[in-house]
């Protein structure tokens, strides 16, 4: 599996106008500007998706995911399509339409080809960030403030893909240490982006906010692990600040 000049190898190549991969002040983009992947749900099928576009309108992607396992690549990398909600969105992710339509869950063909198209892309995009939702994965909705419903929960099956084989791979106490963490770092992040802190009156530090600051548990990472989270979460509040 290689990328050659922004195109998957093994990926049906099936090219959309051009005019509809660039901006007039943005006509490409480098593979170090590519931050995630934005999943869409096509609401439609493969006769249209195989254009990589939608004629008489601005709307184009980079990837057409079809429920019978084929996969198209309309755009190389570096084009900007318009898909996913504005310039920034469409500068920073890549979008991929998946056939089907609300109420079908990706099936295991279209699963599979995203994983792989995913691995591919992080091979020559050094920024790509990591496959969860919120970070190397995103969502039309989301980046719109919720004025789309898509994908309406369809790409689920993909994101437990890549925490199924995580969790496969810890220790019981590495999975407690993970539970644990999930139900304590909202509330610490509430109060690290500018939340107000709920009243304390009469609790003991075990059971206020610096007490669990305390004693937040931390799982084993190597030095690298540390300097790819180090660099997602200073990342990710730089992008905040913009906002």
Same mark, same amino acid.
């Given at each position: 599996?290689?990328?050659?000049?922004?195109?998957?190898?093994?990926?049906?190549?099936?090219?959309?106008?051009?005019?509809?991969?660039?901006?007039?002040?943005?006509?490409?983009?480098?593979?170090?500007?590519?931050?995630?992947?934005?999943?869409?749900?096509?609401?439609?099928?493969?006769?249209?998706?195989?254009?990589?576009?939608?004629?008489?309108?601005?709307?184009?992607?980079?990837?057409?995911?079809?429920?019978?396992?084929?996969?198209?690549?309309?755009?190389?990398?570096?084009?900007?399509?318009?898909?996913?909600?504005?310039?920034?969105?469409?500068?920073?992710?890549?979008?991929?339409?998946?056939?089907?339509?609300?109420?079908?869950?990706?099936?295991?063909?279209?699963?599979?080809?995203?994983?792989?198209?995913?691995?591919?892309?992080?091979?020559?995009?050094?920024? $790509?960030? +990591?496959?969860?939702?919120?970070?190397?994965?995103? *969502? %039309?909705?989301? =980046?719109?403030?919720? /004025?789309?419903?898509? @994908?309406?929960?369809?790409?689920?099956?993909?994101?437990?893909?890549? $925490?199924? +084989?995580?969790?496969?791979?810890?220790?019981?106490? *590495? %999975?407690?240490? =993970?539970?644990?963490? /999930?139900?304590?770092? @909202?509330?610490?992040?509430?109060?690290?982006?500018?939340?107000?802190?709920?009243?304390?009156?009469?609790?003991?530090?075990?059971?206020?906010?610096?007490?669990? =600051?305390?004693?937040?548990?931390?799982?084993?990472?190597?030095?690298?692990?540390?300097?790819?989270?180090?660099?997602?979460?200073?990342?990710?509040?730089?992008?905040?600040?913009?906002?």
């Amino acid at each position: 599996m290689t990328v050659v000049d922004g195109w998957l190898d093994w990926a049906i190549k099936a090219p959309g106008p051009a005019e509809k991969g660039r901006y007039p002040s943005d006509p490409e983009r480098a593979m170090s500007e590519i931050l995630y992947i934005v999943m869409h749900s096509a609401e439609g099928w493969e006769p249209f998706l195989r254009r990589g576009h939608r004629p008489g309108e601005d709307a184009s992607w980079t990837f057409s995911n079809c429920q019978d396992g084929d996969f198209y690549q309309h755009y190389p990398l570096s084009a900007l399509t318009f898909t996913s909600g504005g310039y920034t969105q469409n500068r920073d992710g890549l979008a991929c339409e998946n056939e089907g339509v609300a109420g079908q869950p990706l099936n295991a063909a279209q699963v599979a080809n995203a994983r792989r198209m995913r691995a591919d892309a992080a091979t020559v995009c050094p920024n $790509l960030r +990591a496959p969860l939702l919120g970070a190397g994965f995103r *969502e %039309h909705s989301e =980046l719109t403030n919720g /004025a789309t419903t898509c @994908p309406s929960g369809r790409i689920s099956p993909l994101y437990r893909s890549y $925490l199924k +084989a995580q969790e496969e791979d810890m220790t019981e106490e *590495e %999975h407690n240490t =993970l539970m644990t963490l /999930a139900k304590q770092v @909202p509330e610490v992040l509430h109060l690290l982006k500018g939340g107000e802190l709920g009243d304390q009156t009469g609790l003991g530090r075990a059971d206020s906010v610096l007490g669990k =600051l305390d004693t937040m548990p931390t799982l084993a990472l190597s030095d690298d692990d540390l300097k790819k989270l180090a660099k997602y979460v200073n990342d990710d509040h730089a992008e905040r600040m913009k906002e």
